[in-house]
């Protein structure tokens, strides 16, 4: 699991003012955990361009939806699910490339 990184002091303000459309507020969440997801993608995938392509689509997961993000407890817990996810599809698809046509 992540450790919690350095954000202010009300990060459900900060998810807010993301869910609200402020691209300065979700600079600060890309900034302060972008390290973790990517070292997360890392461990698991064991390919840097893999590792940086789930870091990028968590990011951009976490844009598209940031009407949501209001609802979210724990931005860690939230994007170290996000993360695990990302991976397992990322490691799907390697298995389905690699398995080639039937």
């Keep these: 699991m ?3 990184v350095l954000l202010p002091d009300n990060e ?3 998810l807010q003012r993301v869910a609200g459309d402020d691209t300065e507020a979700f600079a600060i969440i890309f900034d ?3 390290k973790k997801v990517y070292s997360i993608a890392l461990t698991y995938i ?3 361009q893999a590792a940086e392509d789930v870091t990028q689509d968590v990011f951009l ?3 598209k939806n940031r009407d949501r993000l209001s609802e979210i407890e724990s931005l860690n817990n939230f994007l170290f699910i996000m993360t695990r996810n990302q991976v397992l599809t990322a490691l799907r698809k390697q298995t389905c490339q690699a398995a080639g046509p039937l």
């Design 61 to 63: 997961k976490l844009w």
């Design 32 to 34: 302060s955990y972008w």
């Design 2 to 4: 992540m450790k919690d």
């Design 12 to 14: 459900k303000l900060l």
């Design 46 to 48: 064991k390919s840097v």
